[in-house]
Structures are given as structure tokens and as C-alpha cells.
T-cell receptor, first 112, second 110 residues
């Protein structure tokens, strides 16, 4: 069973606030991912990392930024939240060379 | 056209039924195929993983890949109310980035 954690689980915040969504995993996985998921829509990759000090933008353009200072930690930051950022954000990490990704429980963000 | 197409449902079946969930795809380079189950307000949970064509069975779940038709299926036998969830197919050609379907919402009623 994968051990990947996300906090907070739910966040309601006003427009213009800076927020950081936390993601951590205890499995020592090198590769980590952030996805955005809207109701009835597919998951879209917004950021990924192949290891410490490595970050890349995904297929879906996002105003968020990420950092990877430690293997186990992959936080996502929005400098100035807007209502268009309202969505569910899912963090995942990958095991070995086989390809499966394991997901955290998600953070449901609402920007008012 | 999306790379992966999946009927969003909802699909409603009685307990004990055999459920068939399907995805089609357009990119013949896909080699890795996965099915995830997602309960409401939870993250996706990996159910089945298949490389290339063929079948894979795990308990009540069977995954099939037909690369010639660009079609993958997940069968659930003896479906239970606890199987009620959204099922997402996902695939990849380089074992790294996954392309997801929109998910099929399944409801199994007692």
C-alpha cells in the first residue's frame, strides 16, 4: 500500500491569497506528480519531478509552481489564488521503472 | 479528438452482475495500460496494470487489452455495492506520463 499524504484535504480561501498544498511520501520514490481534476473531466498533469531539484511543467498550463528540495516532499504553491483555480489537486508518486503511479487523497480547493 | 475516450456513464447495475467498462484510444504507441478506482472525494487507487496486449486477472477483476482494436476493458464479476465508484482508465507509452480517460461512474445497487 502506498504511503502518500496530502494536506489540507479541503481548503476554502479568498481571492488573492497565497496558498501552498503539501504532498509527502514515505516510500523514497524519485518521481512525483501533480494533477488537476475537475468534475467529469480527465486528470491533467500540471507538474512533475524526477528527483531533488528537478521540476517540469506538465501538459496543462498552470499558474502554480512547485519545488523539490527533499525526495519525500513536493509542495505546490499558488501565489495569488483566483476562482479559476477552484479544483481538486492530486499528488502522485511512481514506483520503480514499471510505471504505476500511486495517488494521495487529494486537496479540494475552493477560491471565493 | 481526445487520445483516450471513455464513456462517463453513469452505469447502474444490480448486485451480482458482471460489469464491463471500456476505453478506446488513438495512439498506437501506448504500451502500458492501467485501471484506477476512485471513490467520491478520494484519490485514484490502482486496480490493474497491464503491459501490451492480453488479459490479466486479479480476484473478481479482469483487464483485457486489444491493441489491434485500440480497446481496453475491465470486467468486474459478482459486483458488490462497495464497487460503486468512478473507474478511470490510464495509459502511457513511455512509462512516465499517464493519459487518463474521463472515468465511468458505476453504481451497484443491492
Amino acid at each position: 500500500e502506498a504511503d502518500i499524504y496530502q494536506t489540507p484535504r479541503y481548503l476554502v480561501i479568498g481571492t488573492g491569497k497565497k496558498i501552498t498544498l503539501e504532498c509527502s511520501q514515505t516510500m523514497g520514490h524519485d518521481k512525483m506528480y501533480w494533477y488537476q481534476q475537475d468534475p467529469g473531466m480527465e486528470l491533467h498533469l500540471i507538474h512533475y519531478s524526477y528527483g531533488v531539484n528537478s521540476t517540469e511543467k506538465g501538459d496543462l498550463s498552470s499558474e502554480s509552481t512547485v519545488s523539490r528540495i527533499r525526495t519525500e516532499h513536493f509542495p505546490l504553491t499558488l501565489e495569488s489564488a483566483r476562482p479559476s483555480h477552484t479544483s481538486q489537486y492530486l499528488c502522485a508518486s511512481r514506483v520503480g521503472a514499471i510505471g504505476e503511479q500511486y495517488f494521495g487523497p487529494g486537496t479540494r480547493l475552493t477560491v471565493t | 479528438q481526445k487520445e483516450v475516450e471513455q464513456d462517463p456513464g453513469p452505469l447502474s447495475v444490480p448486485e451480482g452482475a458482471i460489469v464491463s467498462l471500456n476505453c478506446t484510444y488513438s495512439n498506437s504507441a501506448f504500451q502500458y495500460f492501467m485501471w484506477y478506482r476512485q471513490y467520491s472525494r478520494k484519490g485514484p487507487e490502482l486496480l490493474m496494470y497491464t503491459y501490451s496486449s492480453g488479459n490479466k486477472e486479479d480476484g473478481r477483476f479482469t483487464a483485457q487489452v486489444d491493441k489491434s482494436s485500440k480497446y481496453i476493458s475491465l470486467f468486474i464479476r459478482d459486483s458488490q455495492p462497495s464497487d460503486s465508484a468512478t473507474y478511470l482508465c490510464a495509459m502511457s507509452y513511455n512509462t512516465d506520463k499517464l493519459i487518463f480517460g474521463t472515468g465511468t461512474r458505476l453504481q451497484v445497487f443491492p
